[in-house]
């Protein structure tokens, strides 16, 4: 079923490739290109009014300073080894603050809220890096994690309504939460999730957070509380979620859906909206856009909360499109679920009901403790973490030979 039609397009070049997508409502949308700019897009026009040259090479991140979209005016973006945060009321080239990698690895990932801005980056020597900034001292770490990662870190996350937790996803296939009250790096490791390479994760509620992998698999967990037992839920797993929801790769989850892409023989690639919502998929009633961006991958998608009929896309065809949904099919919450309501998720401890109500989840079973766990239970927590590290190296070859196999280029 479709029910957009195409309103408008900004083209920026067929050698041009755009990557995201982040509202300033005040002030336009922005998107990142693939020959190192950001633009911002007027909200009526649908016309670059703006440009920010990030560097020479492709723009890897791009996020807006404490995640503020109606009242936010900064956003930050990196580009190889440079971070660079712009005032989008100020003049265009004129750069209000900058990062420099201390190992001169490129960044690949940015988050920023509560008034901090995270930098992950690529893989250099052993470890990769997580930087963690004080968005008013910029000239120095507040917070550094070297060890935490053995490749890339390609996506962060604070937790929305806690400020003391973070996670950070990778290429070596791990998720790891992190308590930012510790002053310790092997403190403050948390928990440790081992799914597979890591192309996005994130938080669907306060205590669940969702992996998705460069192999297309899907799964969500519990986050852990500070309890000192090694009993912890078996994940939520969809496993390779291709053929259950009808795509070759998914290009994100969003507040109330997921968007995936499908190529066909002939060479078109559709867009696939998927209403998710309470951890399942409806791939019953989604909807398809046929080749929003001829045979181009589509990379973001965005749908504004002050007009939920629109829908924007970019792609790997150097555009950024308009899209009218004249029948208000998606229902599309701003977040995922109330930002407003602080919480201390790590001192809560929830009673967990895992049962699966989705027919594509698989093999869901209670709560488990195997017997080195249960010989463990009694350890201190950075014993318990010492251990997750160890695992970690050793599973690190295998991890990291996998990560090649996903349709979209990342």
């Given at each position: 079923m479709s029910v957009y039609s195409l309103l408008d397009s900004k083209i920026f070049g067929t050698d041009n490739w755009c990557f995201q997508l982040h509202p300033l409502y005040k002030h336009g949308l922005l998107t990142s290109l693939s020959n190192g700019e950001v633009h911002l897009i007027d909200w009526k026009s649908n016309q670059s009014i703006k440009s920010f040259k990030i560097g020479n090479t492709a723009v890897n991140g791009l996020k807006l300073i404490n995640?503020?979209?109606?009242?936010?005016?900064?956003?930050?973006?990196?580009?190889?080894?440079?971070?660079?945060?712009?005032?989008?009321?100020?003049?265009?080239?004129?750069?209000?603050?900058?990062?420099?990698?201390?190992?001169?690895?490129?960044?690949?990932?940015?988050?920023?809220?509560?008034?901090?801005?995270?930098?992950?980056?690529?893989?250099?020597g052993v470890d990769a890096q997580l930087h963690l900034y004080d968005i008013r001292k910029l000239d120095s770490t507040w917070k550094s994690f070297v060890d935490s990662h053995h490749d890339d870190i390609t996506c962060i996350k604070f937790h929305p309504t806690d400020p003391t937790v973070l996670l950070s996803g990778s290429?070596?296939?791990?998720?790891?939460?992190?308590?930012?009250?510790?002053?310790?790096?092997?403190?403050s490791l948390h928990q440790v999730i081992n799914y597979e390479s890591i192309h996005s994760c994130g938080w669907l509620s306060p205590r669940r957070i969702f992996t998705l992998s460069h192999m297309e698999t899907f799964a969500i967990h519990e986050l852990n509380d500070k309890s000192e037992e090694l009993k912890e839920p078996q994940p939520l797993d969809f496993g390779d979620i291709r053929e259950k929801w009808g795509c070759d790769y998914v290009i994100d989850l969003y507040p109330g859906f997921v968007a995936t892409g499908k190529s066909h023989e002939e060479g078109d690639c559709d867009l696939k909206l998927i209403p998710f919502m309470n951890e399942i998929a409806d791939v019953n009633n989604s909807v398809t856009i046929k080749n929003p961006h001829g045979s181009e991958v589509v990379r973001d998608v965005f749908i504004p909360s002050t007009d939920s009929s629109l829908l924007y896309s970019c792609g790997e065809d150097g555009s950024v499109k308009v899209w009218k949904n004249s029948n208000g099919y998606l229902t599309t919450p701003e977040t995922f679920w109330d930002y407003s309501i602080k919480s201390n998720v790590l001192n809560e401890s929830v009673e967990v009901n895992m049962v699966a109500e989705n027919e594509t989840a698989i093999s869901m079973v209670e709560p488990v403790v195997d017997e080195e766990a249960s010989k463990e239970m009694k350890k201190s927590k950075k014993e318990k973490k010492d251990k997750e590290k160890k695992h970690k190296s050793k599973d690190k070859k295998h991890k990291k030979s996998s990560k090649g196999h996903r349709y979209k280029p990342y």
């Open positions: 995640s503020d979209s109606h009242g936010g005016d900064l956003f930050a973006s990196c580009a190889m080894d440079t971070v660079k945060i712009f005032d989008v009321r100020q003049a265009s080239e004129k750069v209000i603050g900058t990062i420099k990698s201390e190992n001169e690895s490129p960044f690949l990932s940015l988050d920023s809220r509560h008034g901090k801005l995270a930098c992950g980056t690529e893989l250099k290429t070596d296939g791990y998720t790891n939460i992190y308590d930012l009250t510790e002053e310790e790096e092997d403190d």
